[in-house]
């Protein structure tokens, strides 16, 4: 791909995490309307003999890492844990009180997925985690193929956490790595060996967890091609199963600590797209197959069954490799998906903590979707897991749709997109452009350009 096509579309755009973006919300719900949503397709996975999904999010690091754009609560006060747990499990039995009220739970909630992020899970110790999830999971039905997943930080992550979560049924490990090469740590202020991976990695598939992932950032500052050659080189002998490989998000307006550098430190345009072709390269010859936008994984892997059989998804925590609807999103900021609707978490954990206390759902934000957003949310999903979408069906068309073709007629001339009657796919060269062709169908996008300065660049 020659370079003018990465300066015409290197533009900020959102990541489609979800549709509509966050940004866009309005409508919020509020509890008793969530309730109704979350019931709803609790009722509708019921029929289908499938089980809700738990997001939980805990916030505690030790240390700033200042690439990072999630919501972060920096202590090195461990005392903070257990009340936190216990606040966690309370906002769920207030979940669980208002499900049974409603007649939607009998007893106890099915359970397809449960996901641990942050901030640092393992922040919390092993005998915090195994009070936290253990509780939490005896008031849950785990079906069949339930998966049980967490990311930790290999600096602060022991065996014996990994013991507990083998114990409880986790198969699934996430390890945030970023990049290997001292200097990028060091500005980032992240600093960890290839041994401390290295032992969490062996630790984790010795006591029976099947899938291990890393996390890995291309365009972080003072990286080189060198540098990610070298990062690549050091992974793909530790051959994880799936790897995420994002380009980093400078938001410096958003999140302040990325100020600890300049953007004269990054690497931009031509060049940090060069890192990530150059991975994709290496990765591609270990046999790690490109799965939707910046994941790879091993063909024994799930999310590449995922991919070939056009059952990948996507939200809030990435590429996943099925759809589980809803997901309940539990603790400080996390974020739940109804389908029909979003709801956010108090982002302050003061007021999360006070609000739980009270006995109320700490509701800070969301979305009630309307018929045009879920219309438009299946096709940016589709394009972003499957690469295509069609918008053939009557029912399905919207104003927005209407001159969608004008819109994507500058991605048919750059070869970036086939595009006959009303369905689109995107080539292969197209697909360090997804995020770009997904905004053609981004109607809140459209017709409210931000005023401000809200996303990341698209390249």
Not at 244 to 271: C, M, S
Request: net charge negative.
């Amino acid at each position: 791909m020659s370079s003018p096509f990465f300066k015409k579309y290197n533009v900020p755009g959102p990541r489609y995490t979800s549709y509509p973006t966050v940004p866009y919300w309005e409508t919020s719900p509020t509890a008793d309307q969530w309730i109704a949503a979350l019931s709803e397709s609790i009722q509708i996975a019921t029929k289908q003999k499938l089980g809700a999904a738990i997001y939980l999010h805990i916030p505690f690091c030790e240390s700033l890492c200042t690439y990072c754009g999630c919501n972060t609560r920096i202590t090195r006060n461990h005392s903070v844990g257990h009340p936190y747990a216990q606040t966690v499990l309370k906002e769920f039995e207030l979940y669980l009180t208002h499900f049974k009220k409603s007649g939607v739970l009998n007893d106890k909630l099915v359970l397809s997925e449960l996901h641990l992020g942050g901030g640092t899970p393992t922040f919390l110790s092993p005998e915090e985690l195994s009070f936290l999830i253990g509780n939490l999971l005896e008031r849950c039905a785990l079906t069949q193929d339930h998966e049980l997943s967490i990311e930790v930080d290999p600096r602060v992550t022991s065996r014996a956490h990994l013991e507990v979560l083998s114990r409880l049924g986790f198969k699934r490990i996430s390890l945030g790595i970023q990049d290997f090469d001292p200097k990028v740590q060091n500005i980032v202020h992240r600093v960890q060996s290839v041994d401390q991976v290295k032992q969490i990695t062996e630790d984790a598939r010795e006591l029976g967890f099947t899938s291990v992932n890393y996390d890995l950032i291309y365009g972080l500052p003072l990286q080189t091609l060198h540098s990610i050659e070298d990062t690549i080189d050091k992974v793909i002998l530790l051959r994880p199963d799936r790897i995420a490989f994002y380009a980093y998000a400078h938001v410096p307006w958003i999140k302040p600590g990325q100020r600890r550098f300049t953007e004269n430190d990054l690497p931009t345009g031509d060049e940090k797209r060069a890192l990530y072709e150059r991975g994709r390269e290496k990765l591609e010859s270990a046999r790690y197959y490109e799965i939707g936008m910046d994941h790879f994984a091993l063909e024994t892997d799930s999310l590449f069954s995922a991919a070939q059989k056009n059952h990948l998804h996507r939200n809030f925590m990435g590429y996943t490799a099925r759809n589980v609807s809803p997901i309940l999103a539990l603790g400080v900021s996390s974020i739940g998906d109804a389908w029909t609707a979003f709801a956010q978490n108090e982002k302050l954990l003061e007021t999360y903590i006070d609000r739980v206390g009270k006995g109320e759902i700490p509701i800070f934000r969301g979305h009630q979707l309307d018929s045009e957003d879920l219309i438009l949310r299946k096709h940016i999903l589709n394009l972003m897991t499957r690469l295509e979408t069609n918008w053939n069906e009557p029912a399905e068309q919207t104003l927005h749709l209407e001159t969608i073709h004008t819109r994507l007629s500058e991605f048919v001339q750059d070869g970036l997109l086939e595009v006959s009657n009303n369905h689109c796919k995107v080539t292969e060269s197209g697909r360090a452009f997804l995020r770009n062709i997904c905004m053609a169908f981004d109607a809140r996008l459209t017709r409210k350009a931000p005023e401000t300065k809200l996303f990341s660049q698209t390249v």
